[in-house]
Nanobody
């Protein structure tokens, strides 16, 4: 089992910045990948950013050059630094963890943190 606890959401004005944190209950270098999904009202959950165990990163086209995913192994925490925020970024942000356990791969989710971009 992997527990993920997100923090850092809130209300920010357009053009502002915010950093989300996702603290994992396991060694984050022992998992296949971690990252962030967003889910806006009435929409499906979408992948925003991911970082693999080897440190490779990938971003959705809509956030590339504005968001940065990083990690701190000492704290078992993954971060999502967000710049130049837009109202379209308003959503619940979910941290996820992909972990191979024996013969199967499991996906774990955090509880989600609300990010609202509004003036």
């Amino acid at each position: 089992q992997v527990q993920l606890v997100e923090s850092g959401g809130g209300l920010v004005q357009p053009g502002g910045s915010l950093r989300l944190s996702c603290a994992a209950s396991v060694n984050i270098f022992s998992v296949d990948a971690m990252g962030w999904y967003i889910q806006a009202p009435g929409k499906q959950r979408e992948l925003v950013a991911t970082i693999t165990s080897s440190g490779n990163t990938n971003y959705a086209a809509s956030v590339k050059d504005r968001f940065t995913i990083s990690r701190d192994g000492a704290k078992n925490t993954v971060y999502l630094q967000m710049y130049s925020l837009e109202p379209a970024d308003t959503a619940v942000y979910y941290c996820y963890c992909k972990k191979t356990e024996g013969w199967r791969t499991r996906i774990y989710w955090g509880q989600g943190t609300q990010v609202t971009i509004s003036s």
